[in-house]
């Protein structure tokens, strides 16, 4: 990753400071540098590249080898050439770095200046709608630059070398803050009247690197009430934004790999042990903290400038729809809701949310992959040239192969929604296009009725179907370069499986080309389908019902007293019937039906609710647990007969939502290791929704390596359905034949 990354002016930085003469030269398939000198400054000069290389670049390898002497006369970058048809990288966007801060309270034309960056920092994939990574092919054409700036672009020894985005105040773009009747575009005055508004628990739009975004004073609950309203999600936690490393430290908890991670040049989203209350519904009870740390310029500026040391940050967008990138349609969506909305001149051209990392076990590991590490390639043992692979629905990323690299896209989102999928099949297009890809393939889930796996079918290239499970194990047996038999654990919400039922609760042994699936949690009636993902207490009663029929009633368990009588009646005679009555293995299906038992979560408001406010509920550490027969099937009414039981004792839902965590722990390790002493295999894959959930992860996986195998977990992708297009990308390297 050399690209946009000022890569070539380090190198001459670097050649300068060991007196070596020769060039450097950008190609699309990687950087040539030839260099004549003393052999003992070429050695350190080499090692210097390796060690100090620009904070965004990446080195893949360095291959040096002697070629003749050419008698240089100094050392040169020369212009980039394109001599093949291989892949030039793009770089994600960087947080604006120390030095530009720096500059912008020293620099004269760049005081205070928003869109002050340079080769190490700002905007690209953003911005960008065309390679070769130039001005001219991004959306800073429309700003001609400087005499000034031109100085600085053109000088090798400055730090704008080459700086595409390059801006200052008399030719860069600006900020607009637009309220119902003024506009206000003097930054001075923009930034006293946002310290008025936010006073005033209003709320504001304000335009970020890939989107708009909706802020407000996180510690007013009247503000943040007023978001909830307007956003129309009730439950989902709100991200926030700290003005400081110091402000952060007094709301949240963080060990020094979450720090890293809050501080790292790709700024995401780390979910964060809460230490202090915002206000309420920001999280909304949720035992965590959505944290970021300022990206932009301009949120430096800001926090300077207000009273407020956090602020909820969100996705500004309604519902499902994708983060608004349009100046016009959040003006008009926003401005009748909102206080004002905040907006700049320079178009975002790809939209990217902001990523979300959380740290496991000492590694941070992305839920959530767009700001910041997108488009960056995933490199693969194998070629995947022209595979193109269609991703999930829910959660939806799409990848493409190109050579051995794969380009897993941003976060897209819920592809049911109709502007999620224009923006699906706007943001494929574009990746074809930029990575000069010319599909040959359509790799897709099983599952027909997924609008990716209609998309692939209308693409009228021959189309693999993988099983969504093996996608999920594939997908972190590709990131870890793994290609051999393993034991495969994916555990997740639902996914079609090849039996036609929904699976969810799966144990393999498999490799890239295929799987055997050894064993599951017993099928269980998912009363209404989907209906029942919506209303956990749907499968809570599904359970009892399984186990103690219709005189599940005389249980009187309190939860029940929270549903509507009819509606439950309707259920238990769906289940007596078996009508629209789904069978599903799905492990997040358990987890809903332990959060409708124990009252912890009956209505789900979003995705994955229930299991959150279940794992949000454990207080304190034990090893006590329930009992899970594991024989051909893993039945798990033992353990459910057991949970009314405590239930009945008034157990406290922390208690048993502990006691089942840990019952998941227990039979995943359980498993795993009678299957590792059978077969021999060592390495086990962890994979699936659930493996979002921080307590069995960190115990899982530090359980199964003290018994002595090799665990394997997503970490540079998500291990929910976003990483799913990876997985079927690398299965479809091996099934290219076959189609
Ligand atoms: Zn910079
Ligand atoms: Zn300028
Ligand atoms: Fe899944």
């Given at each position: 990753m050399v690209q946009g990354v000022g890569f070539r002016p380090f190198v001459y930085r670097v050649a300068n400071k060991f007196r070596l003469k020769g060039e450097v030269e950008n190609r699309n398939d990687g950087v040539i540098i030839e260099i004549e000198g003393v052999e003992s400054a070429i050695n350190e000069f080499v090692n210097d590249i390796r060690h100090n290389a620009p904070p965004a670049s990446y080195i893949e390898s360095i291959h040096v080898s002697p070629v003749g002497i050419k008698s240089f006369k100094g050392f040169s970058i020369i212009p980039s050439t394109n001599i093949s048809d291989e892949i030039t990288l793009i770089s994600p966007d960087i947080a604006v770095c120390k030095d530009c801060l720096d500059d912008m309270r020293s620099q004269q034309h760049r005081l205070?200046?928003?869109?002050i960056n340079c080769t190490n920092c700002g905007p690209r994939f953003t911005i960008i709608k065309n390679l070769p990574y130039d001005r001219v092919n991004t959306t800073m054409d429309m700003f001609p630059m400087c005499d000034t700036c031109r100085a600085e672009y053109s000088d090798v020894l400055d730090r704008r070398f080459h700086a595409q985005p390059v801006a200052c105040h008399s030719c860069g773009p600006v900020y607009t803050l637009n309220e119902k009747s003024v506009k206000i575009e003097k930054l001075a005055l923009i930034l006293r009247r946002l310290q008025e508004l936010l006073d005033d628990d209003g709320i504001i739009a304000i335009k970020g690197v890939g989107g708009y975004f909706l802020a407000c004073d996180a510690l007013s609950t009247k503000a943040v009430e007023k978001l909830r309203k307007l956003k129309n999600r009730e439950g989902k936690p709100f991200a926030v934004m700290f003005a400081d490393e110091q402000a952060l430290k007094e709301y949240t908890f963080t060990d020094e790999y979450e720090l890293q991670a809050v501080k790292s040049w790709q700024r995401p989203i780390v979910l964060l042990g809460k230490k202090n209350d915002l206000a309420w519904s920001v999280t909304k009870g949720f035992p965590t903290i959505g944290a970021m740390l300022p990206y932009m310029p301009f949120h430096y500026l800001m926090f300077e400038n207000i009273r407020q040391k956090v602020l909820v940050l969100t996705s500004g967008n309604f519902s499902d729809e994708p983060i608004f990138i349009d100046d016009e349609k959040a003006l008009e969506k926003f401005l009748p809701d909102c206080e004002a909305v905040l907006s700049y001149n320079?178009?975002?051209y790809n939209r990217v949310d902001d990523s979300i990392v959380h740290v496991v076990n000492q590694k941070a590991r992305l839920i959530r992959r767009s700001r910041g590490y997108v488009p960056v390639p995933i490199k693969l043992e194998?070629?995947?040239?022209g595979i193109v692979a269609a991703g999930a629905e829910l959660v939806n990323c799409f990848c493409l192969g190109k050579g051995n690299m794969a380009f897993l896209s941003q976060h897209i989102g819920d592809l049911k929604n109709m502007e999620t999928y224009l923006f699906y099949i706007e943001s494929f297009n574009r990746f074809k296009d930029l990575f000069r890809v010319e599909p040959k393939l359509f790799v897709a889930d099983l599952h027909p009725d997924y609008l990716s796996t209609r998309f692939a079918d209308q693409s009228g290239l021959p189309v693999l179907k993988v099983q969504h499970h093996h996608a999920h194990i594939a997908s972190c047996m590709a990131e870890h370069g793994l290609d051999e038999k393993v034991i495969g654990v994916a555990f997740d919400g639902v996914g079609l499986g090849d039996d036609g039922k929904i699976w969810g609760g799966e144990f393999f042994i498999s490799d890239l080309s295929g799987y055997d699936r050894l064993t599951h949690f017993e099928y269980q009636q998912m009363p209404g389908g989907d209906k029942a993902t919506l209303n956990p207490w749907r499968m809570a009663v599904s359970y009892l019902y399984s186990i103690y029929g219709e005189s599940l009633m005389d249980l009187d368990l309190p939860f029940l007293h929270q549903v509507q009588e009819e509606e439950l009646n309707v259920v238990i005679q769906m289940l007596e019937k078996n009508f629209n009555c789904p069978e599903t293995s799905s492990a997040g299906r358990l987890f809903d039906a332990v959060a409708g038992l124990t009252g912890l979560c009956l209505f789900s408001d979003f995705h994955a609710e229930a299991p959150m406010r279940l794992e949000g509920a454990i207080k304190g550490r034990s090893d006590e647990m329930y009992n899970m027969d594991s024989g051909e099937i893993i039945n798990v009414k033992p353990m459910i007969r057991q949970i009314v039981t405590d239930i009945q004792k008034n157990v406290p839902g922390s208690e048993i939502s502990l006691k089942f965590h840990n019952t998941i722990v227990d039979i995943i390790q359980k498993i795993v290791n009678s299957v590792s002493k059978e077969t021999g295999l060592k390495k086990v894959v962890l994979s699936g929704g659930t493996f979002q959930n921080r307590y069995i992860s960190e115990k899982i996986e530090i359980k199964l390596q003290l018994s002595g195998l090799e665990v394997y977990m997503n970490e540079?992708?998500?291990?929910?359905?976003?990483?799913i297009a990876l997985g079927q990308l690398a299965i479809a390297t091996k099934k290219r034949g076959q189609v």
């Amino acid at each position: 990753m050399v690209q946009g990354v000022g890569f070539r002016p380090f190198v001459y930085r670097v050649a300068n400071k060991f007196r070596l003469k020769g060039e450097v030269e950008n190609r699309n398939d990687g950087v040539i540098i030839e260099i004549e000198g003393v052999e003992s400054a070429i050695n350190e000069f080499v090692n210097d590249i390796r060690h100090n290389a620009p904070p965004a670049s990446y080195i893949e390898s360095i291959h040096v080898s002697p070629v003749g002497i050419k008698s240089f006369k100094g050392f040169s970058i020369i212009p980039s050439t394109n001599i093949s048809d291989e892949i030039t990288l793009i770089s994600p966007d960087i947080a604006v770095c120390k030095d530009c801060l720096d500059d912008m309270r020293s620099q004269q034309h760049r005081l205070d200046y928003p869109f002050i960056n340079c080769t190490n920092c700002g905007p690209r994939f953003t911005i960008i709608k065309n390679l070769p990574y130039d001005r001219v092919n991004t959306t800073m054409d429309m700003f001609p630059m400087c005499d000034t700036c031109r100085a600085e672009y053109s000088d090798v020894l400055d730090r704008r070398f080459h700086a595409q985005p390059v801006a200052c105040h008399s030719c860069g773009p600006v900020y607009t803050l637009n309220e119902k009747s003024v506009k206000i575009e003097k930054l001075a005055l923009i930034l006293r009247r946002l310290q008025e508004l936010l006073d005033d628990d209003g709320i504001i739009a304000i335009k970020g690197v890939g989107g708009y975004f909706l802020a407000c004073d996180a510690l007013s609950t009247k503000a943040v009430e007023k978001l909830r309203k307007l956003k129309n999600r009730e439950g989902k936690p709100f991200a926030v934004m700290f003005a400081d490393e110091q402000a952060l430290k007094e709301y949240t908890f963080t060990d020094e790999y979450e720090l890293q991670a809050v501080k790292s040049w790709q700024r995401p989203i780390v979910l964060l042990g809460k230490k202090n209350d915002l206000a309420w519904s920001v999280t909304k009870g949720f035992p965590t903290i959505g944290a970021m740390l300022p990206y932009m310029p301009f949120h430096y500026l800001m926090f300077e400038n207000i009273r407020q040391k956090v602020l909820v940050l969100t996705s500004g967008n309604f519902s499902d729809e994708p983060i608004f990138i349009d100046d016009e349609k959040a003006l008009e969506k926003f401005l009748p809701d909102c206080e004002a909305v905040l907006s700049y001149n320079r178009e975002i051209y790809n939209r990217v949310d902001d990523s979300i990392v959380h740290v496991v076990n000492q590694k941070a590991r992305l839920i959530r992959r767009s700001r910041g590490y997108v488009p960056v390639p995933i490199k693969l043992e194998q070629n995947a040239d022209g595979i193109v692979a269609a991703g999930a629905e829910l959660v939806n990323c799409f990848c493409l192969g190109k050579g051995n690299m794969a380009f897993l896209s941003q976060h897209i989102g819920d592809l049911k929604n109709m502007e999620t999928y224009l923006f699906y099949i706007e943001s494929f297009n574009r990746f074809k296009d930029l990575f000069r890809v010319e599909p040959k393939l359509f790799v897709a889930d099983l599952h027909p009725d997924y609008l990716s796996t209609r998309f692939a079918d209308q693409s009228g290239l021959p189309v693999l179907k993988v099983q969504h499970h093996h996608a999920h194990i594939a997908s972190c047996m590709a990131e870890h370069g793994l290609d051999e038999k393993v034991i495969g654990v994916a555990f997740d919400g639902v996914g079609l499986g090849d039996d036609g039922k929904i699976w969810g609760g799966e144990f393999f042994i498999s490799d890239l080309s295929g799987y055997d699936r050894l064993t599951h949690f017993e099928y269980q009636q998912m009363p209404g389908g989907d209906k029942a993902t919506l209303n956990p207490w749907r499968m809570a009663v599904s359970y009892l019902y399984s186990i103690y029929g219709e005189s599940l009633m005389d249980l009187d368990l309190p939860f029940l007293h929270q549903v509507q009588e009819e509606e439950l009646n309707v259920v238990i005679q769906m289940l007596e019937k078996n009508f629209n009555c789904p069978e599903t293995s799905s492990a997040g299906r358990l987890f809903d039906a332990v959060a409708g038992l124990t009252g912890l979560c009956l209505f789900s408001d979003f995705h994955a609710e229930a299991p959150m406010r279940l794992e949000g509920a454990i207080k304190g550490r034990s090893d006590e647990m329930y009992n899970m027969d594991s024989g051909e099937i893993i039945n798990v009414k033992p353990m459910i007969r057991q949970i009314v039981t405590d239930i009945q004792k008034n157990v406290p839902g922390s208690e048993i939502s502990l006691k089942f965590h840990n019952t998941i722990v227990d039979i995943i390790q359980k498993i795993v290791n009678s299957v590792s002493k059978e077969t021999g295999l060592k390495k086990v894959v962890l994979s699936g929704g659930t493996f979002q959930n921080r307590y069995i992860s960190e115990k899982i996986e530090i359980k199964l390596q003290l018994s002595g195998l090799e665990v394997y977990m997503n970490e540079k992708i998500p291990c929910n359905d976003g990483g799913i297009a990876l997985g079927q990308l690398a299965i479809a390297t091996k099934k290219r034949g076959q189609v």
